[in-house]
Every structure is written in structure tokens, then in C-alpha cells.
């Protein structure tokens, strides 16, 4: 009763919450509307600047290519002039001073011009005049005439023409009056230059030089700048697609908060219908007092009285893992044994004895071993450290089918793979020891060792002995018997084999590849 209405006043305040939440989704809502026009403003701003940037990525290009061929010839003229100019500067600059001073002296000339040649064509024109005077006074009509009359007359005409010239010449320059003053503005322009290249010729190569700098740096500029243009295009390009992305999500996100808002208001109407029914189920539920409350619980925590009773306990620790060590111990010494054993008697398998003699002849010998080891271990056990054994005899008549059999599986093993067999001894009793279930239930292990767990000797030692030394029913322990004997008969079997294997020499025992 009391958590139904703390989960009442909790709807409560879970519905004043999705009310603030609906007011978010409204809000978020008419953000998102005005942030689709904002996206939308900036798609189509990048796309004015994207056709911007290709117009100046365009014109960049050609004034990079521009710049690149005047760099170019610059740079070869420079190559051609350079020697000239640094050779010869003083020259150029001696001659220039003389075009300078001539200029300057044409062009004062030019100022007196007009009067010049007015006052020779009046001076042309009267001389002409006088001598045409002369000529009449002392040619026409005098008697004697005088004897220079023809040259005189030679002289008048020449004079005339003269006198017609000097006229022409004062025309001319009388209609291009005009003409000269813009020749002399050239004559001016003229002596200014020659003068600076009088002046400045003897460092042309290096102002050349500097030019050349300048017209380069120029050219790397503009190629950095085309470059630039070229990187700004392709920015904004991508820029433009991830615009066009931003829209498209921005109006997915304004149709989501939309949805949103549809979705929060079913909240808050699911939620005053689920605070309301919590109210309700509240006033209905039963509310007793504390010592109602506790009764009521006793008895639903404690319906049954749970009485456990072990049926075959083990004193001690070490009883309980007595059946694990045990059979370890036993198959140790059959390891050890056929360290120092051979398998196979090499002098029977040399006069070709019987193979199933040979198999015998190399088992017995460890077996008997065998059964002095058993009986030394529990004696040491149950004298020495106190194991109580509840079926004590049962327990040694079973150890001794035990290394039995352990003997008879180290044999062939032995026999069969040679020295690697040692290896694979040391690995089947790893393989043992994991799955045979001897300190925890094999249920626990990985899934291999539950799947090698039926197939192996030992989980049947284990589970026979448990039954031999704490007690307990005798199935485990006879079916136990019978797989040791068929394991016992099978290993002795393939021993056989191995020694009737060994009887049979073929080129590779004559000359083994590898040999150990």
C-alpha cells in the first residue's frame, strides 16, 4: 500500500515532468523550423559562393597563366640583355647624354623656327628683287650690252627660285606651327628620357636584375593565388554538399520533434491515466499495521521448512579428494616405471616370440609394480594419515584393476609412438585430471572436458572409489570394473599389434628419417 502510493505521487511528478518535456518538444519544435530557414539561407549562400569561387577560380587561373609567360619572357630577354647592359652601361649612358644635349638644342631651334624662316623668305624675296633690277638697268635696252648679262640672268632666275623656296618653306612651317609645337614637346620628352637613361644606365643590370625579382615574385604570387582559388573552389564545394546534408537533416529533425510533440502528448494524458489509476489501486489496497504486516510475512517466507541430510559425508577434506589423488599417483608410477621398463622386450621381438607374449612379457612386470605401489600408498594412507576406507578391502581389490589397467594403457602408448609416447602419457593424464570431475562437478567445466569427460579411465576411478571409501551404492563401482577391463583387454590388444609391427622391418626402421 505504501510503495503503491509512492508510486502514485511518483506518476505525479512523472507527468508534471513530461508536461515541462512537451513544452521542450514545442520549443525544440519551432527551433528547428527556424533553423531549416537558416539551413536553407545557408545552402543557397554557399551556392552563390560556389559559382563565385569557380568565376574566380577561372580568372585566377588566367592571370596565373598571364603572369606565367610574361615571367617567361622576361626572364629570357633578361637572359639576353643582362650581359649587354652590364658591359656597355657606361656606353649607353655616354650616348644618351648626347642625345639628350642634341634634343635640347632641336628643340630651342624649333622655338625660333618660325621667325627664322619668315625673315629668310623676305630676305630671299628681296635679294631676288634687286638682282631682277639689276639685271633690266644693265641688260635690257643698254647698248653695249654688257658682257655678264647671260650669267646674270642665270643669277636672277636662281634667286627667283630661291626666293619661292624660302616663300614655300615659310608657308610650311608657318601652316604647321601646331605640328612643331607638338614635335618639340617630343624633342623635350625626348631629352628627359635620354637623360635619365644617361643617368641611370650604368645600373641598368641591376635594376634589371631587381625587375626580373619582382616580375617572379609577381608570377609566384599569382600561381599561390590561383592554387588558393582552386583549394577554396573544392572547399566550398564540399562545403555546399555538407550544407545540402545539414538542410536535409535539419528538416528530418524538424519532422522528428514534430513526431515528438505528437508523442509527448499521448504521454502526458498516458500518464494522468496512469497516476489516476494508481490513486485508485492505492485506496483499494488493504493497509495493514506493522504486527498484521509481519505475520502475514512469516508466513509467506517460510511456507516449508527446508531440512538437508547427507547420506554418505566425508569426515575430512582430504577424504573428500582422496578418490582425485589417488588414481593420479597410480598412473604416475605406471609412467614412471616404463621410464626405466621397456615395453617390448627387444630379444623377443628379435627371436620373433609370440606377439601377444611380448605384449604380456613388458605388462606383468609393471603390474606387479603396480601392486606393491597400491599397497604401499594405503597403507601409508590409512596408517599413517587416518583415511578411513568404508569398504577397505573392496577399495584394494579395486586399486590393483586400477594400475592394471593404468599399466596396460602406458604400455602402448610406450610401444606404439616411442619416446613421443612419454609425451602423449604426460598429456592423456592432463586430459584426466580436467575432466574427471575429482574436485568439481564436471558440469562446471568447459564443454570440452564435459564432452571427453565419458570416454576417459580415470572419471570412472574417481567415481568408483567415492563409492569404495564413503559409501554408497555399488553400481558406479561395478561398472567402473567393467570399463577397466575392456580398457585393460583393448590397450593389451593394441600392444600386441605394435610388438607384431615392430617384428616387420621395412626400409624406413632400416633408416629412419629422424631419430630420437
Known amino acids: 500500500h505504501g510503495e503503491t502510493e509512492k508510486a502514485a505521487k511518483?506518476?505525479?511528478?512523472?507527468?508534471k515532468g513530461i508536461g515541462k518535456a512537451k513544452k521542450g518538444a514545442d520549443d525544440l519544435a519551432k527551433g528547428l523550423a527556424k533553423a531549416k530557414k537558416g539551413s536553407r539561407d545557408l545552402k543557397s549562400g554557399l551556392g552563390t559562393l560556389y559559382q563565385g569561387s569557380g568565376t574566380l577560380k577561372t580568372g585566377a587561373g588566367g592571370v596565373a597563366d598571364g603572369t606565367q609567360s610574361l615571367s617567361d619572357k622576361v626572364n629570357d630577354v633578361a637572359a639576353k640583355v643582362r650581359p649587354f647592359l652590364k658591359e656597355h652601361g657606361k656606353e649607353i649612358g655616354d650616348v644618351s647624354q648626347l642625345v639628350a644635349d642634341a634634343?635640347?638644342?632641336?628643340?630651342?631651334?624649333?622655338?625660333?623656327?618660325?621667325?627664322?624662316?619668315?625673315?629668310?623668305a623676305t630676305r630671299a624675296r628681296k635679294a631676288s628683287d634687286g638682282l631682277a633690277a639689276d639685271y633690266r638697268t644693265r641688260c635690257e635696252g643698254a647698248v653695249p650690252p654688257d658682257p655678264d648679262c647671260p650669267a646674270l640672268k642665270k643669277s636672277v632666275a636662281a634667286a627667283d627660285t630661291a626666293a619661292?623656296?624660302?616663300?614655300?618653306?615659310?608657308?610650311?612651317?608657318?601652316?604647321?606651327?601646331?605640328?612643331?609645337?607638338?614635335?618639340?614637346?617630343h624633342l623635350d620628352d625626348l631629352h628627359d628620357q635620354a637623360l635619365w637613361l644617361a643617368r641611370n644606365a650604368p645600373h641598368l643590370g641591376t635594376d634589371l636584375d631587381t625587375a626580373v625579382r619582382k616580375v617572379n615574385a609577381l608570377n609566384s604570387g599569382a600561381q599561390k593565388v590561383a592554387k588558393g582559388a582552386g583549394t577554396l573552389h573544392t572547399g566550398l564545394s564540399t562545403a555546399k554538399t555538407g550544407a545540402s546534408d545539414l538542410d536535409s537533416g535539419v528538416g528530418k529533425a524538424r519532422g522528428g520533434a514534430d513526431t515528438l510533440g505528437g508523442g509527448m502528448f499521448r504521454l502526458v494524458d498516458g500518464s494522468g491515466k496512469?497516476?489516476?489509476?494508481?490513486?485508485?489501486?492505492?485506496?483499494?489496497i488493504p493497509d495493514y499495521g506493522k504486527q498484521d504486516r509481519d505475520a502475514r510475512t512469516e508466513v509467506m517466507a517460510d511456507p516449508v521448512r527446508l531440512v538437508n541430510q547427507a547420506l554418505h559425508k566425508a569426515p575430512n577434506y582430504g577424504t573428500g579428494f582422496a578418490p582425485y589423488f589417488i588414481p593420479l599417483s597410480l598412473w604416475v608410477g605406471a609412467m614412471v616405471a616404463y621410464m626405466l621398463i621397456q615395453p617390448l622386450n627387444?630379444?623377443?621381438?628379435?627371436?620373433g616370440a609370440s606377439s601377444w607374449r611380448i605384449a604380456f612379457a613388458g605388462w606383468l612386470p609393471v603390474a606387479a609394480i603396480g601392486v606393491f605401489q597400491t599397497l604401499a600408498l594405503m597403507a601409508v594412507l590409512h596408517w599413517a594419515i587416518g583415511l578411513q576406507m568404508a569398504r577397505a578391502a573392496g577399495t584394494l581389490g579395486f586399486l590393483m584393476l586400477v594400475t592394471a589397467c593404468f599399466a596396460a594403457i602406458v604400455?602402448?602408448?610406450?610401444?606404439?609412438?616411442g619416446p613421443a609416447g612419454r609425451i602423449l602419457v604426460l598429456a592423456l593424464l592432463m586430459l584426466q585430471l580436467t575432466s574427471a570431475g575429482g574436485t568439481y562437478p564436471v558440469q562446471t567445466?568447459?564443454?570440452?572436458?564435459?564432452?571427453?569427460?565419458?570416454?576417459?579411465?580415470?572419471?570412472y576411478v574417481v567415481d568408483g572409489l567415492r563409492r569404495l571409501i564413503t559409501g554408497g551404492g555399488l553400481g558406479p563401482v561395478w561398472l567402473a570394473c567393467g570399463v577397466l577391463l575392456g580398457?585393460?583387454?583393448?590397450?593389451?590388444?593394441?600392444?600386441?599389434?605394435?610388438?607384431?609391427?615392430?617384428q616387420v622391418w621395412s626400409v624406413d626402421r632400416l633408416h629412419p628419417e629422424l631419430s630420437l
Open 10 to 15: 511518483s506518476a505525479d511528478k512523472l507527468g
Open 103 to 120: 634634343s635640347q638644342k632641336a628643340s630651342d631651334s624649333l622655338d625660333t623656327l618660325p621667325e627664322t624662316t619668315a625673315t629668310a
Open 164 to 185: 619661292d623656296v624660302a616663300e614655300d618653306v615659310n608657308k610650311l612651317v608657318q601652316d604647321h606651327t601646331t605640328q612643331l609645337d607638338a614635335l618639340g614637346g
Open 274 to 284: 496512469l497516476s489516476g489509476g494508481l490513486h485508485d489501486g492505492a485506496d483499494k
Open 346 to 351: 627387444k630379444r623377443a621381438l628379435a627371436v
Open 411 to 417: 604400455q602402448w602408448l610406450n610401444a606404439r609412438f
Open 445 to 459: 567445466s568447459p564443454r570440452f572436458f564435459n564432452a571427453i569427460h565419458p570416454f576417459l579411465p580415470m572419471t
Open 487 to 502: 580398457f585393460s583387454v583393448a590397450a593389451l590388444a593394441l600392444t600386441a599389434w605394435s610388438a607384431r609391427r615392430r
